[in-house]
């Protein structure tokens, strides 16, 4: 159980049903192009790659757990939607790697 711990389990977990099933959901159910770009990619999966940013940075883990989850989600944007998708992982970088750098400014301050 260490070693899943030390690899963060969680956010591997989080990062497939989110980056993969949630793309192959919204291919079966046929989720219309303005609802899967709206809300979706940039609702949704926005505010999980904030959220996933400042967990991280609150928790101490490591920062390369950051890439987690928009790799997994450039996987499955790869199989399951449209090709301008797949650029939305660089997006989720960037607003992980924000979340994570603002809230250990915000940590540092207070010590």
Known sequence: MAFLEKIGWRYWVLAII???????????????????????????NGCLA????RVIARKLQPGWWLLIWPVIYCVGAWWFLPRYTR?????????????????QAKIESKS
């Open 18 to 44: 989110m980056g993969v099933g949630l793309p192959a959901l919204a291919t079966l159910v046929s989720v219309g192009p303005v609802w899967r770009f709206g809300l979706w990619l940039v609702l949704i």
């Open 50 to 53: 904030i959220g996933v940013g």
């Open 87 to 103: 650029y939305f992982a660089i997006v989720y970088v960037c607003l992980s790697y924000l979340a994570y750098g603002l809230t």
